[in-house]
């Protein structure tokens, strides 16, 4: 089509350093939201939840949940895809659980935890978004509900969101999940202005 700029896909040193640096975004974003007892959704949730009521350490959590989707994955979207999902999933439970022997942070306002976590984790998301590749299963079961049963991705994440939202009640005072919306609210809201099909050209 006339006027069409081709994607030009990202080399393998661009994937890397996306991947490196989203985790890194993310993993702070999770320390913000932790250091004031906040959650969050999706998978990273559903550890945080568990570590939460546990004591266990988030990252071996996080990569058991997220490890019965491995098959799923290359089934849907492919070896590339899934393998550049497993690579930050792997990176981010090494980086969210090695950072507080690098950072220690003071007193944080929760409702700045909230906003800047989930500001951050956005960020996170947003860089591997652009990069094909996602940091949780339930990315891919979604997209699969969505081609094989007419099952809208967005309806199924906001559906399980609500429910580890729910379940975290059970865990969390009202007013620390009233804070950890803020924070998905800010999450869902880099996504939504930054993440626009037609608007980035990356492959």
């Known amino acids: 089509m006339e006027g069409e700029v081709a994607r030009e896909p990202h080399s393998l ?4 350093q996306a991947i490196v640096t989203a985790c890194a975004f993310f993993s702070l974003g999770i ?14 949730g559903i550890a945080l939840l568990v570590a939460r009521v546990t004591g266990l350490p988030f990252g071996p959590i996080y990569v058991a949940v997220n490890l019965p989707f491995f098959w799923l994955g290359v089934r849907v ?23 507080p022997r690098v950072l220690h942070l003071g007193a944080v306002a929760p409702i700045y935890a909230a906003a800047m ?9 947003l860089m591997l978004f652009r990069h094909q590749a996602s ?6 079961l979604a997209i699969h ?6 099952v809208r991705a967005g309806v199924f994440q906001l559906s399980v969101d609500s429910c580890i939202l729910v379940a975290s009640s059970f865990a969390v005072p009202p007013a ?14 880099v996504l939504a202005v930054n993440h626009r099909p037609g608007r980035y050209l990356g492959a």
Do not use: C, H
């Open 145 to 150: 509900l969505q081609e094989r049963f007419g």
């Open 135 to 140: 940091l949780g299963g339930l990315n891919i």
């Open 31 to 44: 320390t913000f939201l932790r250091s004031s007892g906040l959650i969050m959704g999706g998978t990273p």
């Open 13 to 16: 040193f661009e994937d890397v």
């Open 117 to 125: 976590g989930g500001a951050l984790a956005g960020v996170g998301l």
């Open 77 to 99: 979207m492919g070896w590339r895809f899934t393998l550049k999902t497993f690579a930050a999933i792997a990176l981010l439970a090494f980086a969210t659980d090695s950072l």
């Open 176 to 189: 620390t999940l009233a804070l950890s919306i803020v924070g998905a609210i800010a999450l869902n809201l």
